[in-house]
């Protein structure tokens, strides 16, 4: 491993990107997995958790690292698709140990860890050698004292760490979307997975929710008092709102709908009445609806929220008041790509899509898939017998249903065939 550094601090790895020797990129760092030993030598650092594109998460044995350099890390190009499980002897370095409460031997002061540093010894073997470790906050200090210590000096590795934060960890994934934590978190233990959850923002929170499954989503609310729970799912899009809360016990369920505003609520409640593998079941009744008098300018201006999801985006919904699902008479569709090549000031009714009939709320997944399919959408209308907008089903929320429950664990075939078989060293 010519040409790496001697010290690799771990929280800077988050994220990098992970090459073959042709340049190629294999995924990104996720995690440092190591193996605890006895008494106080440093634990041996096996491998990284690397996420490939398909999401899923893979171990890369160390053994097949030719190089940790700043800014990437390369391998050997053999590379093994299995997706990754933790053993019982392994621990993964950012999601369990980072924030950990230790004592400083010396001292006998009580700190924690915000970083560690692996290294190879002679023997080539990387272990975690050094530990990054914070005081807590002195008198007229606004932080504590730093330190980087050896890891035999310090104890608090041997036990689980009770009430262990997640200030640290969050640090060294700030940058990662919504759906890739989410990926994280569902790795970890359901401990750490509360832990994190109780250190995100409700808006996070909620974000990082809407891409769990839905066991995963079910246990990290049911570890949150019911006024925060009630507030996060305010948060949520309505659709993804009321999944989850269609999987709570029917007291609990209700008990977070009281607590939720009523316009919320509302929504919600109305989404609930619909079967789930229904036009009306998959819908979000938060499209982008404006009036028949606004302009292309508007129309732009509107999908330009960056809290939009690319499929919500793609179109707008003419009609008349209320713009408030259920709306007034459904007028017709605007499609970005042919707004994008109007005037500004031309109004939306010049050049709306008005040939869709749109779906009805009680319509199959089947036939939703059909529409799309045949008009070559990303979104579809959601209208009533009275022809009023109820909503707007888009493509993700099709394929969420359409491919099986745990596919986000599913390997992918085509990889497994070119895997080559290895274990963990």
Not at 170 to 183: H, I, P, Q, T, V
Not at 188 to 212: F, G, H, Q, T, Y
Not at 275 to 297: Q, W
Request: hydrophobic residues 40%.
């Amino acid at each position: 491993m010519s040409g790496s550094p001697s010290r690799v601090y771990v929280a800077r790895l988050a994220g990098l990107p992970v090459y073959d020797p042709n340049g190629d990129q294999v995924g990104k760092v996720r995690d440092v997995v190591a193996m605890m030993r006895q008494g106080n030598q440093p634990p041996r650092v096996l491998g990284l958790v690397i996420e490939v594109f398909t999401r899923r998460r893979i171990f890369l044995p160390m053994t097949r690292v030719t190089s940790v350099d700043v800014g990437h890390v390369v391998t050997t190009g053999l590379v093994n698709m299995r997706r990754f499980e933790q053993r019982q002897t392994e621990v993964l370095v950012l999601g369990e140990l980072l924030d950990r409460t230790v004592t400083i031997r010396e001292t006998g002061t009580t700190a924690v860890v915000f970083d560690m540093a692996m290294e190879q010894w002679r023997t080539r073997d990387w272990v975690l050698s050094k530990v990054a470790v914070r005081e807590g906050a002195k008198r007229f200090r606004r932080r504590g004292q730093t330190h980087v210590l050896d890891w035999s000096d310090v104890d608090g590795f041997a036990l689980v760490e009770e009430g262990q934060g997640a200030m640290h960890i969050l640090a060294a994934f700030e940058s990662m979307k919504a759906a890739d934590l989410a990926g994280v978190l569902h790795d970890l233990s359901p401990k750490r997975r509360k832990e994190i959850a109780a250190a995100l923002n409700d808006e996070r929170l909620a974000d990082v929710l809407e891409e769990l499954p839905d066991d995963d989503q079910v246990e990290i609310l049911a570890g949150l008092d019911t006024e925060r729970a009630a507030d996060v799912l305010e948060e949520m899009s309505p659709d993804d709102a009321a999944d989850l809360i269609a999987e709570l016990p029917t007291e609990t369920a209700e008990r977070l709908l009281t607590l939720m505003e009523p316009d919320e609520a509302e929504d919600v409640r109305r989404l609930l009445t619909y079967e789930e593998r229904t036009a009306g079941g998959l819908m979000t009744s938060e499209p982008v609806i404006l009036s028949a008098d606004s302009t292309v300018a508007d129309a732009l201006a509107h999908v330009r929220n960056a809290e939009l999801s690319p499929a919500l985006a793609a179109m707008i919904y003419v009609c008349r008041p209320p713009l408030e699902t259920p709306t007034g008479r459904f007028i017709g569709v605007g499609h970005i790509q042919r707004l994008l090549r109007e005037r500004p000031s031309e109004l939306v009714t010049a050049v709306l899509d008005t040939d869709l009939d749109g779906l009805r709320p009680d319509d199959s997944l089947t036939a939703v898939s059909k529409y799309l399919a045949t008009y070559n959408l990303v979104a579809a209308p959601v209208l009533d017998d009275e022809g009023r907008l109820l909503g707007a089903v888009t493509v993700d929320d099709v394929l969420d249903h359409l491919l099986p429950e745990d596919w986000r664990d599913e390997p992918d075939r085509e990889q497994e065939q070119q895997e080559v078989d290895h274990d963990a060293p």
